[in-house]
């Protein structure tokens, strides 16, 4: 019941808007090319459905290697930052500077840089670049936020530095890391497809070749489509994530 109750309401509330929006476009008689209505594309999703899953899996694939690259890169930095104020002090300039700069402008770059025969290496570096900061962030913060009374009950009792490590300041990342995850996976799922608009290329095939092939034909109730696999493709990763995080923090707080 109580599953049914928090359900419900997003449920309704969407269906609401659906109705209004095919209502609209049928007494409006808004052409289908330039707003279809949410039948027409249910329509165009179950008659393209296997092409933009196809797609819909080359996108995440790439979001996931994105995600697995940023993750590693921004943990050792953010570890090297979190022990060293000479470290963090350096290389806060240049992570700040890619957190503010649009991967678009520099995906030519980018892609000239992977090889232009290897589209989907600069889309996966573009969207690692995106799911960056996040998780640089959480990792930073969660390693300098331990509880100073312990820090200096660490250093009553002579603890090296191995230990102030492993004992205390990973312990307390550990739940600034995972809600760094969590948001870093939907940039890289928007990462990747800005950074497959960006690469001007359809060697990688993914969702966001689908909408530019479909928009430049018209086909707007297929582009709607493909926005849609991309929605519940970033929502199910964000629940997924979450879930994990629960748990993970359920189990960590009981060890």
Not at 70 to 78: C, K, M, T, V
Not at 89 to 116: D, E, K, N, S, Y
Request: glycine share 8%.
């Amino acid at each position: 019941m109580k599953a049914l109750a928090a359900v419900a309401p997003p449920v309704v509330f969407i269906g609401l808007l659906l109705a209004v929006w095919e209502a609209a476009c049928r007494l409006l008689d808004i052409p289908s090319y330039f707003l279809p209505t949410p039948s027409a594309i249910g329509q165009a999703l179950v008659q393209n459905l296997l092409l933009l899953a196809s797609s819909g899996w080359n996108t995440l694939a790439t979001a996931l290697w994105a995600l697995l690259t940023a993750s590693i890169l921004a943990s050792l930095l953010a570890l090297g930052a979190g022990l060293s104020g000479l470290v963090e002090r350096a290389i806060q300039p240049v992570v700040v500077t890619l957190q503010v700069t649009p991967v678009i402008a520099i995906a030519p770059l980018v892609t000239i840089w992977a090889g232009l025969e290897h589209p989907e290496r600069a889309v996966i570096g573009l969207a690692a670049v995106v799911a960056f900061f996040p998780v640089f962030s959480g990792a930073l913060t969660g390693l300098k936020a331990v509880d100073p009374d312990l820090e200096r009950l660490f250093d009553l009792y002579g603890a090296t530095r191995w230990q102030k490590l492993t004992r205390l300041r990973l312990p307390t990342a550990v739940p600034f890391l995972l809600e760094g995850h969590k948001v870093a996976a939907g940039l890289a799922v928007v990462g990747a497809v800005v950074a497959e608009f960006g690469a001007g290329s359809g060697g990688s095939q993914g969702l966001a070749w689908r909408i530019l092939e479909a928009s430049n034909r018209l086909q707007t109730a297929k582009a709607f489509a493909a926005l849609f696999v991309l929605a519940v493709m970033g929502a199910g990763l964000y629940a997924l994530l979450q879930i994990a995080e629960r748990r993970a923090l359920v189990w960590w707080r009981g060890r």
